[in-house]
Structure formats: structure tokens, C-alpha cells
């Protein structure tokens, strides 16, 4: 695999998250070089974790997603009514990242230097019960670390098609691209944990939860939990059928992404991937994370 990828984690929250820094960046190092083993894939040179207040994580996700807007305006040239359903997303998404934050735990967005990197949010993890949960921190920086991985096998592609405000002109539009992506994500994820801590405990005390978590929980409902769920039922039973480097061919091709509809009947997925399939020995012979 590649030289092991140098993991930065920043705390820009306040000192008295330091010691959960530390811990990040420990289970981050020791998460890395599974995740590119289990995956297939490699991570970029530096990946950046930044641990913030929550006021600087909706700053960067509006920041995230003006970037994206901006250059697919450059490159799309999409139309007046484009535009304006494009920007009436835009808003929605500014409104529903100032609660997001209490049930992400992290994210993955693009940087201003074009990089991918991954915010934590301490005080969303109080909320959610899960600050001092290393079972918790092994499986979300594991499950995290995927998505610099898929950036770079995607050919710095993956999170713009995920963020991008124009599906229909970019060919993604009723594309399953977050269940595909979150789920390979916490396939990868609980695989790792698993090799570094063994299988969690049959039963686990409930996490001590605050009330404004629990309201979002019951607002956010479980279509928030259906993405990560059939996604890794998705990518795991594909897996199997298909292996690694078969997966590993749609980062290049996310047009090939399955439909939402594909997700439930996955046969009908493979049947229409399979004339494609013949490019993966090519794609193997170049390496499982393609080049910078």
C-alpha cells in the first residue's frame, strides 16, 4: 500500500478538548492503514481532522458548499431555472446544517485548498453521549477516513457529486451516491474497529443522550439511519459477489452508481454494470488508489 498517510488533527474548539485530540489522532494513526487494507484504497498524502465549535462547523459546511457552487456554475453553465432551484437548495441545506451537527458526530468536506477534510464537532459528541465512547471514536474515524480514500480513488470527483446543487446537468440525479458512499464508509468502519478492538459487547449501557439530541433524533427520524444501513447492506453484499476491485472500479465511474430503486433489487444493478466490468484488469494494473 502506500506510505502511511501523515493524519493532522487540529483543535481549534477550545483547550479543553485537547485531550480529546490526542485521542483522535491516536485512534486516527492507528485507523489509516487498516482502512486502506480493508478498502483497497489509498489515502492521500495528509489527512486533516479539525475539531471545532459548532458555530465554525456551519461556516465550513456553507463555505463547503459555496465552493461546490461555484465551480459548477464555472463549468456547468446550467440555466436561469437551474440556478434558482440550485439556490433554494443551498438555503435548505444552510438551515438543516445548523442541527446536523448534533447527529454527525463528523463530516468530510471539501477545503479551501481543494483537499478533503474531516470536522468533529465536540460538543455534538457530548449531545449524542459519545465525547469519552471509544467504541464510538474507533468507528467514526474509521467510517471518516473512507472519504479522503474514495476522494482520491474518485479522482477528487466523489464530493462534489455528493454536494453539487445541479444532479440533472451533472448526470447524478436520482443516483443512491450517499447510500453507495456512507455505506462503504461504515462497512470499512466496523471492519477496522473490529481488528483493533474485537466485536462489541453484546449489550451496552445506553448512551447518557442530552434532551436536544433526542428531539433531533425523533425529528431527523429513521430515513436519517435507512442511508447507512442499506448502503452497508449494499456494499457488503456486493462485496461478496463481485470483490474488492470490481467495488473499487465505480470511484472513476460514479455515473455507474446504482439507483435508489437498484439498491433494494441489486441483481438488476449488476447486470447493467457487467459490460463495464472487462475495464477493471486495466484499472487493477495502475494501482487500487489511481495517482495524485
Not at 436520482?174 to 474497529?193: D, F, N, Q, S
Not at 461478496?240 to 452508481?257: I, K, M, P
Request: proline share 5%.
Amino acid at each position: 500500500m502506500s506510505q502511511l498517510s501523515d493524519i493532522s488533527v487540529k483543535c481549534q474548539a477550545g483547550r479543553r478538548h485537547h485531550d480529546l485530540a490526542r485521542r483522535i489522532e491516536l485512534i486516527a494513526r492507528a485507523c489509516a492503514p487498516l482502512v486502506e487494507n480493508i478498502t483497497g484504497l489509498l489515502l492521500p498524502s495528509r489527512v486533516v481532522v479539525r475539531l471545532v465549535s459548532v458555530g465554525e462547523y456551519i461556516d465550513s459546511c456553507r463555505k463547503h458548499r459555496q465552493r461546490v457552487f461555484t465551480a459548477e456554475m464555472q463549468e456547468l453553465a446550467p440555466s436561469t431555472e437551474s440556478v434558482s432551484a440550485a439556490l433554494q437548495e443551498l438555503q435548505r441545506r444552510r438551515k438543516a446544517d445548523g442541527l446536523f451537527w448534533l447527529w454527525s458526530g463528523a463530516q468530510t468536506i471539501l477545503a479551501e485548498d481543494g483537499s478533503a477534510e474531516i470536522l468533529m464537532v465536540p460538543k455534538g459528541l457530548r449531545h449524542a453521549g459519545v465525547y469519552n465512547d471509544d467504541w464510538w471514536l474507533h468507528l467514526a474515524l474509521a467510517h471518516e477516513l473512507c472519504h479522503p480514500a474514495q476522494q482520491r480513488a474518485s479522482e477528487d470527483k466523489f464530493l462534489t457529486l455528493r454536494a453539487t446543487p445541479f444532479p440533472l446537468e451533472r448526470g447524478v440525479d436520482g443516483l443512491a451516491l450517499a447510500e453507495l458512499t456512507e455505506g462503504h464508509a461504515m462497512w470499512a468502519g466496523r471492519k477496522a474497529r473490529t481488528k483493533l478492538l474485537g466485536e462489541p459487547p453484546a449489550s451496552q449501557d445506553p448512551r447518557k443522550t442530552s434532551l436536544l439530541y433526542r428531539r433531533y433524533q425523533k425529528k431527523a427520524g429513521p430515513s436519517a439511519d435507512a442511508v447507512y444501513v442499506d448502503g452497508e447492506d449494499f456494499t457488503a453484499r456486493v462485496l461478496d459477489e463481485l470483490g474488492t476491485d470490481a467495488f473499487n472500479f465505480l470511484w472513476r465511474r460514479l455515473y455507474l452508481t446504482p439507483t435508489h430503486k437498484e439498491l433494494a433489487t441489486r441483481g438488476e444493478w449488476i447486470t447493467r454494470i457487467t459490460p463495464h466490468l472487462r475495464e477493471v484488469a486495466t484499472d487493477h494494473s495502475r494501482g487500487p488508489g489511481g495517482s495524485d
